[in-house]
Structures are given as structure tokens and as C-alpha cells.
């Protein structure tokens, strides 16, 4: 195949095609699904009669752990009686559990070549490892625990030519928010990441970007599988990759370049993120009643390397409450053992389970009526964090560290 961008080499490899074209519809067998715990939250699943292949399906709890309410500990007792019933091997009772992308990334259930589907918005996040990768609907969901196989329509392609490297204290977070910025919406598209920038962009960082994908309205966001990715998962899982390239004469919808060294500190002003974003020096003062570090997006432990080295030996401002959720027991394991717990702690910051908790306003950091939030999350519109009379404002950990010191906006290196 020629002149094909990386997600339709990999549809068209999934689907066993010659060739395909953006606006085809093609059928692929899923090689993993994933369901969580809000799967379970109704009684829908009880009824289900077969799966398809139970070693091609996980269960993550993630959402709303621990059970914070009657109807969160219902759902938990139906996925443990589904995953017995079925001989789901790859269930991740609390615990052993994590924000479910993290958990993909850290035990390498995403592999090169893959098609992967779980009912998260942010599943695209497995992107980062050459995978196509997307959200999907219960109902679709359970058609693919059902059958093995869904379908997509191949999308039309965004590329993003990454060049030069980022500064101290900005991450793939400002990458996200400044292409939110510059460039608006990827409704309908996909996002591909490449160009030689690329190789200096951690995988942390590239999990951020693919993760954050979802909020510019891109089906996917694939990422192509160089060394850097490929020692990743050699480290975590004996799968064998099938990465894909991008063909010189790739036919992209738009190519765009980024010069990573003008990146800056960047923040999402209230309400959404989609033309929405400015340097974080520009903002003006902006008092903060909460900051919050966590999610899929930003509670990996390279996030918490990043907080932890502001915070130390510093104290959040008063009147401001830091909020901080790892995102996998792993990497809530991994931060005690290089003792950033405790500088969160003694810096007055709370640190929660890991759980998807506050990034959604379900639990563990919900906002009030009135209330500013800084997040470094996935989501800052109206009523996401909590009260819908809440302004949520979006950026990197670098950033919402730094505010919480300082009680308001700043940008990180004002503490340099």
C-alpha cells in the first residue's frame, strides 16, 4: 500500500484489505477490549450469553474507586462475577488497579500493530504506542465482547511534524494546549505525531498528547512506534510488534510543523480548550480556590516527578487546596518509594487512591458553586469538575504545582 497515512495502514491491515481510503467503512476483530467498572453500574452485562474470546478482554475498575456509594458497589460485585463467569484473566480488582490508560501503558496491553477499543473517551491514549485506538459506546462494546470484531470509518488524517525540544518545565500538556490553540478542532480526523522532534518527546509525554487527542474531536491519535517506544514495551510485554509507518507520499488532510523550542507554559482558559488556550504569563491574576494534579493525562509518575520538585520545601499558598491522584497503584507505589508522598504531604497537598475520581466531579476533589479550579487533567468545561458555577482552567503539573504555591496562576518558571 502507497500514499497511506499510519491509520489507515493500520485499518486496512486490521480489516484485510488491499487498500483503503478515508470515508470507508471497514469491519476489524479488536485484539483488546477493556470495560470498567461504570460498564456495571446497570444490570445490562448480566445477560450477556457469550464472549467472544475472554483472553482478548480486560476489566479495569476505575472510575469510582473505592466505592463511594450503594450503586458503585453493586457495579463492583457484578464485575467480579462477570469476570469469574467468563474466565476473564485480566482483571484488575481494587488494589491492583489504575486509571485505565495508565494501565495499558505500564503493562503493555497495547502493542504495535493493534486495534484496541475500550468505552473511555480517552482510550485513544494507547495511540502513543503505534495502536489504533478509539472510544466507543456500551452498545458497541458489548458487540465486540460478543463477536470480537466493530467497525470504523477510516478518518482523514492531521499531521503534526514535531520539531527542535521542549524547555525545562514544558511538557506534552503545553504541546496539546498550544496545537489546541493555534490550530482548533480535529473533528472526524485522526491526529498522527511524527517528524524528528519526535525522538526527544518522553512517552509520558506522548501519552499526554495522544490521550488529549480525544478533546479536539480526533477519532485517533497514533504516534509511529520508533526505538524509543518499542525498548518501552519490550520492557513491560513479550507481544510481538507489527508496527506501521507513514508512507513518503502519505495524503494528509492538512501537515502542519511545531517547533517545540517556542513552546511555553500554557494554559486553557475556562469552558473548553479548542481556541481557547494562551501562554500562562499572559493570564493575569486569577486567584485559586483548588488545584488538582491526576488523570490519564497528567498523573503518571513523570507528572509527579515534575510536582514533587516544585513543591519541595515549599508550602501551598492558604486558602488553596492541592489535590494530587496517581494514576495506577503502580505509580502510587513508585512515587512512596522515591518519596514524593511525603513532599506532597508536608507541602499541605492531599493525596488520594487512584482513581478517575475528581477529573470527572464524581469523586475525591469535587468543585463548588463559585469555586476556581485549576486542573491538569482532561477536561475543563462547565460543571466537569463538580458544580457547574465553577470556572476550571487547564494546564500542565508544572504549572498547577507552581499556582498552588502561590495561591494563583503563575507560571512555573517564575519559581525558578
Not at 202 to 212: K, P, V
Request: net charge negative; with cysteine.
Amino acid at each position: 500500500m502507497t500514499g497511506a497515512t499510519i491509520i489507515e495502514k493500520l485499518l486496512t491491515r486490521a480489516s484485510d484489505k488491499d487498500t483503503v481510503e478515508p470515508g470507508d467503512i471497514v469491519v476489524a476483530p479488536v485484539d483488546v477490549a477493556v470495560l470498567l467498572d461504570t460498564q456495571f453500574f446497570g444490570p445490562s452485562w448480566e445477560g450477556l450469553r457469550r464472549v467472544h474470546d475472554p483472553e482478548r478482554l480486560a476489566i479495569v475498575l476505575d472510575h469510582a474507586v473505592p466505592a463511594p456509594g450503594v450503586r458503585e458497589a453493586a457495579a463492583g460485585t457484578r464485575a467480579r462475577k462477570f469476570a469469574q463467569r467468563f474466565g476473564v484473566r485480566r482483571f484488575l480488582d481494587i488494589g491492583r488497579h489504575g486509571i485505565v490508560h495508565q494501565v495499558i501503558a505500564e503493562r503493555g496491553w497495547a502493542v504495535p500493530g493493534q486495534v484496541l477499543a475500550c468505552s473511555d473517551s480517552h482510550t485513544c491514549a494507547a495511540g502513543a504506542f503505534n495502536v489504533a485506538a478509539r472510544g466507543l459506546g456500551a452498545a458497541e462494546m458489548m458487540q465486540i465482547v460478543s463477536t470480537g470484531s466493530t467497525w470504523y470509518q477510516v478518518p482523514p488524517t492531521i499531521r503534526y511534524d514535531l520539531e527542535g525540544r521542549l524547555a525545562a518545565d514544558v511538557t506534552g500538556k503545553d504541546v496539546f494546549l498550544h496545537i489546541a490553540g493555534a490550530y482548533g478542532d480535529a473533528l472526524n480526523h485522526a491526529l498522527e505525531i511524527g517528524g524528528p522532534g519526535l525522538a526527544d518527546l518522553s512517552i509520558s509525554d506522548r501519552h499526554t498528547i495522544a490521550a488529549q487527542g480525544a478533546e479536539l474531536g480526533a477519532d485517533f491519535t497514533v504516534f509511529p512506534a520508533d526505538e524509543r517506544c518499542l525498548k518501552y514495551l519490550a520492557e513491560r510485554t513479550t507481544a510481538e510488534p507489527s508496527p506501521v509507518s507513514e508512507d513518503a507520499a502519505a495524503r494528509y488532510a492538512v501537515r502542519r510543523t511545531v517547533d517545540l523550542d517556542v513552546v511555553e507554559p500554557m494554559l486553557a482558559r475556562p469552558g473548553a480548550v479548542i481556541d481557547n488556550t494562551v501562554p500562562v504569563r499572559g493570564v493575569g491574576q486569577v486567584r485559586l480556590d483548588q488545584c488538582f494534579i491526576g488523570s490519564c493525562a497528567n498523573g503518571k509518575i513523570a507528572d509527579l516527578e515534575i510536582a514533587a520538585r516544585i513543591l519541595a520545601g515549599r508550602t501551598v499558598a492558604a486558602g488553596t487546596r492541592l489535590i494530587i491522584t496517581p494514576a495506577s497503584q503502580a505509580t502510587y507505589l513508585e512515587a512512596s518509594r522515591r518519596g514524593y508522598l511525603s513532599t506532597f504531604v508536608e507541602a499541605g497537598a492531599v493525596v488520594t487512591n487512584p482513581t478517575c475520581g475528581a477529573c470527572f466531579g464524581y469523586h475525591l476533589g469535587v468543585v463548588g458553586p463559585g469555586e476556581v479550579c485549576l486542573t491538569a487533567s482532561t477536561r475543563n468545561f462547565r460543571g466537569r469538575m463538580g458544580s457547574p458555577d465553577a470556572e476550571i482552567y487547564m494546564a500542565s503539573p508544572a504549572t498547577a504545582a507552581a499556582s498552588a504555591i502561590a495561591g494563583r496562576i503563575i507560571d512555573p518558571r517564575e519559581l525558578a
